[in-house]
Structure formats: structure tokens, C-alpha cells
Nanobody
Framework: QVHLAESGGGLVQAGGSLRLSCIASGRTFSTYRMGWFRQAPGKGREFVASISRSGGATYYADSVKGRFTISRDNAKNTVYLQMNRLKPDDTAVYYC???????????????WGQGTQVTVSS
């Protein structure tokens, strides 16, 4: 069992930056692939970024590539999402997730946080 807790969301102007953090409980954090997803009002949950167990491989949705960076610190049981050059279209609830199967689909992840709101004003 893994408990995930996100933080770092908030209100920011377009062009600004935010860094989301997600801390995981337990001592098996390094055995999980980690991902970030988001859900905008009236839309389905979509993949944003993922990172391998060691942090050596990362994947991004085309919509955030070049602006967002996912990273992890296994010693701190934490995964981060650095978001730069934010756009109003990035407004959503952001969720971190943990899974053991490689993939970019929601079904590849077994554990989810409660989410943190990111609002980007124009």
C-alpha cells in the first residue's frame, strides 16, 4: 500500500512557474514508476509525465514537452513536477500516481493522490 500526497498547487499568471511535489509513504517508493496526470473541468484525466524507478527515463505529453520537467528523489520518497511557461490551458487538478507497469495509461497506475489545484490566469 502506498499513500501519496501532492502539494505546491496554486494560482499563477500565464508565463509563470510552479513546482508540484508528491510525497509517498512507505519504504518501497523506489520500486514504483511515478506519474503525473491532470484533469481539467469537464474533461477526462490525462497523462502529463512519468518517470522510471531510477529516474533515468522520463516521458511527457506533447502538450507539456519542453515546459514541464518530472524528477524524483528516492531518498526523500518524493516526485516533483516543475512547470514553466504555464498557460491557461494547464489549469487543472494535478494528480500523482504510482505503478509497477510501464505505460502512460491511467490503468497502469495503482495508487493515486488526492490532487492539487493549479490555476493559470491569462
Amino acid at each position: 500500500q502506498v499513500h501519496l500526497a501532492e502539494s505546491g498547487g496554486g494560482l499563477v499568471q500565464a508565463g509563470g512557474s510552479l513546482r508540484l511535489s508528491c510525497i509517498a509513504s512507505g519504504r518501497t517508493f523506489s520500486t514504483y514508476r511515478m506519474g503525473w496526470f491532470r484533469q481539467a473541468p469537464g474533461k477526462g484525466r490525462e497523462f502529463v509525465a512519468s518517470i522510471s524507478r531510477s529516474g533515468g527515463a522520463t516521458y511527457y505529453a506533447d502538450s507539456v514537452k519542453g515546459r514541464f520537467t518530472i524528477s524524483r528523489d528516492n531518498a526523500k520518497n518524493t516526485v516533483y513536477l516543475q512547470m514553466n511557461r504555464l498557460k491557461p490551458d494547464d489549469t487543472a487538478v494535478y494528480y500523482c500516481a504510482a505503478g509497477t507497469v510501464q505505460g502512460l495509461q491511467i490503468s497502469n497506475y495503482d495508487y493515486w493522490g488526492q490532487g492539487t489545484q493549479v490555476t493559470v490566469s491569462s
